[in-house]
């Protein structure tokens, strides 16, 4: 199942190797960057470029002992360097470090996430295009309401996607920055130019100002922009559960070969994914509320942020990686039901077209407040009595006077639908 697999990749990215990986790119990029500007001679950056190596077990016991993770990290990469070990990590701070690998580490995730969302655009587009003419009952408080098409319920989700994508986009755009400046943020032991040209070796740009960590509020732009593709994402999954209700039954989550539905009840084909999916939108939505939490810290920096970050950075970026994935296997295997759509349209004995013929009486010059009691009564009538709406206002003397048979005919058609889907499904694909 590909379930299992999908946030491999994922996964590997926040991992402590790649933290550390991260971590040493920093460090170079700064090392790099005295040594353009002779504070660091070039044979000291070319040894310590070839010879930095970090291993991350040492790191951990190193850790264990000293309590603090990035001097557990300098001591260890000291090993593999030797005497030339003195010139990294001059003049930063451990946020320097931590903060700018951290924006690496979203830029990273983001774009994966994004990669998801091009897939998950590919398979709205494909569903909604096949779908475009599929007439489907539309609802209004879960009531039917008037028909629209199965392709243009998939094309509204589309178009909510690809402002999710926008989203995301901006906000990756927002955080990649990083920050070089020093205990507080003043430059005390580090040059400005140094930091501006690290940066731009990690493709970041400079944080315009920052106190001892990059401000709070790029991050939580980032981690809003996931929790409105996990609602995105679990409203379509709302949607697809109440469509495959056994007495609505219009749509159906995949079904694989050997799948069982319940321990007691054979039957049951139930939607688990969409379920599971909903679930999951929770945890990415309550992180989101965490990285806002983050945002108002002690004066120039405390860590209360550090031990939040630790969790809703994988998580988030991993369970909404992990729902994209899932969506789309879903999204991609949908078992749609056109026949019984079609049979739900009518299941109200025609009720539904009530505005249409609301609509043509204006036309023909009555009131409105006239032809919507005439039809009300009628369309009442049908429903109460379960009798054929058209039958009924083709048996009404007052109806016919108004109204030909086949102007009355064509308040039942679809075609006037159809066309109108189309322009919409274009202006969201454009």
């Known amino acids: 199942m590909i379930d299992r697999y999908s946030t491999k990749e994922m996964q590997n990215l926040w991992s402590d190797d790649n933290k550390y990986q991260k971590w040493l790119e920093v460090e170079l990029a700064v090392c790099e960057a005295w040594a353009s500007y002779g504070h660091i001679p070039q044979a000291s950056f ?13 790191i951990d016991k190193l850790e264990k002992v000293i309590k603090h993770d990035v ?35 979203i830029v990273d ?47 509204n989700w589309l178009d909510e996607i690809k402002r999710a994508k926008e989203r995301l986009e901006k906000s990756i755009k927002v955080c990649s920055v990083g920050k070089m400046s020093g205990a507080v943020g003043t430059y005390s032991n580090v040059l400005p130019k140094v930091e501006a040209k690290a940066c731009s070796i990690l493709k970041l740009k400079p944080a315009k100002i920052s106190s001892q960590i990059i401000n709070r509020d790029y991050h939580a732009e ?76 002690w004066h120039e920096r405390d860590i209360s942020h550090s031990s939040v970050e630790r969790v809703i950075g994988p998580d988030s970026s991993t369970l909404v990686h992990f729902m994209l994935t899932r969506a789309n296997y879903m999204l991609a295997n949908l078992n749609v039901y056109k026949k019984n759509m079609l049979s739900n349209i009518w299941k109200t004995n025609g009720v539904i077209f009530s505005q249409n013929i609301l609509v043509k009486l204006i ?29 009924l206002l083709l048996g009404d003397p007052k109806i016919m006077k108004i109204l030909n048979k086949k102007e009355l005919e064509n308040c039942f058609a679809f075609n006037n639908l159809y066309k109108n889907a189309q322009i919409i499904l274009a202006r969201v694909i454009k």
């Open 109 to 155: 995730s983001g774009n994966l996430v994004k990669k998801e969302l091009n897939e998950t655009i590919k398979v709205l587009t494909r569903l909604a295009k096949k779908h475009i003419k599929t007439p489907i009952m539309g609802r209004s408080h879960g009531i039917h309401a008037e028909v629209t098409t199965f392709g243009l319920v998939v094309a």
């Open 46 to 58: 070319l040894r310590i470029k070839k010879r930095a190596k970090f291993k991350t077990k040492e």
């Open 222 to 297: 980032f981690f809003t922009a996931l929790a409105f593709i996990a609602s995105s994402i679990e409203r379509i999954s709302v949607q697809i559960r109440h469509m495959q209700r056994t007495e609505v039954l219009e749509v159906e989550e995949p079904f694989s070969k050997g799948q069982k539905g319940s321990s007691a009840m054979p039957h049951k084909r139930n939607p688990i994914l969409s379920e599971n999916l909903s679930g999951l939108a929770r945890i990415v939505r309550s992180n989101a509320n965490a990285s806002f939490e983050n945002i108002p810290l």
């Open 363 to 391: 036309e023909k010059g009555l009131s409105r407040e006239e032809s919507y009691k005439m039809v009300q009564d009628l369309a009442f009538q049908s429903w109460n009595n379960d009798k054929n709406f058209k039958d």
């Open 71 to 105: 001097i557990a990290f300098t001591t260890n990469l000291a090993k593999s360097i030797g005497k030339d070990s003195r010139f990294v990590h001059l003049g930063l701070t451990s946020s320097d470090v931590l903060d700018t690998s951290l924006s690496l580490l």
